[in-house]
T-cell receptor
Framework: GAVVSQHPSRVICKSGTSVKIECRSL??????MFWYRQFPKQSLMLMAT?????????EQGVEKDKFLINHASLTLSTLTVTSAHPEDSSFYIC?????????????FGDGTRLSIL | SQELEQSPQSLIVQEGKNLTINCTSS?????LYWYKQKYGEGLIFLMM?????EEKSHEKITAKLDEKKQQSSLHITASQPSHAGIYLC?????????????FGGGTRLMVKP
């Protein structure tokens, strides 16, 4: 079945550090990938839609200069949290759609837990 | 924008008991997805419903979409500790899988042995 790999699974770093999270579709091509954020005991909130070969579309309230998204190939999207601060600590999850199939569910990565000290 | 409301927000049941989780939409649902999330992990796809009145089952989990396509329910029969986790319903923004998902607030399920 379709697999989405997310890396790293956990990051602990100092305030001011930039952190890059990778989302890869392992056995399918993904024209579109989505980045979600989840705070403790809350649901997933969409941050941005990552489109291969074009600029990402950000949801209202999400700073595009803070959360840089690059979707350079059909199997890889990256989210970079620039100059991270403690309030950026959260669980980040990506998902991807298989461009070869319509009406199929999105496939989710296992998430990245980001902790900023 | 579409909003999904889940109930209950949390649930504690004794092993072997049945339970139901509801997901209500503010707009017509064209694609409704149920996912399960273990604490601090990614999402596991359970079922997708598209047609009014549709019902799907997988092992001891059954999901239904009502005729008006504005409400879905997830029913677990004879619950087990392995069913514990967070259940999320999600809806496609424009009616199919080709768009981002809006999620309900989640239902946290605990099953007591």
């Amino acid at each position: 079945g379709a697999v989405v790999s997310q890396h790293p699974s956990r990051v602990i770093c100092k305030s001011g550090t930039s952190v890059k999270i990778e989302c890869r579709s392992l056995d399918f091509q993904a024209t579109t990938m989505f980045w979600y954020r989840q705070f403790p005991k809350q649901s997933l909130m969409l941050m941005a839609t990552s489109n291969e070969g074009s600029k990402a579309t950000y949801e209202q309230g999400v700073e595009k200069d803070k959360f840089l998204i690059n979707h350079a190939s059909l199997t890889l999207s990256t989210l970079t949290v620039t100059s991270a601060h403690p309030e950026d600590s959260s669980f980040y999850i990506c998902s991807a759609e298989d461009r070869g199939y319509s009406n199929q569910p999105q496939h989710f990565g296992d998430g990245t837990r980001l902790s900023i000290l | 924008s579409q909003e999904l409301e889940q109930s209950p927000q949390s649930l504690i049941v004794q092993e072997g008991k049945n339970l139901t989780i509801n997901c209500t939409s503010s707009k017509t649902l064209y694609g409704l997805y149920w996912y399960k999330q273990k604490y601090g992990e990614g999402l596991i796809f359970l079922m997708m419903l598209q047609k009014g009145g549709e019902e799907k089952s997988h092992e001891k989990i059954t999901a239904k979409l009502d005729e008006k396509k504005q409400q879905s329910s997830l029913h677990i029969t004879a619950s087990q500790p392995s069913h514990a986790g967070i259940y999320l319903c999600g809806a496609g923004a424009l009616g199919n899988a080709g768009n981002m998902l809006t999620f309900g607030g989640g239902t946290r399920l605990m099953v007591k042995p």
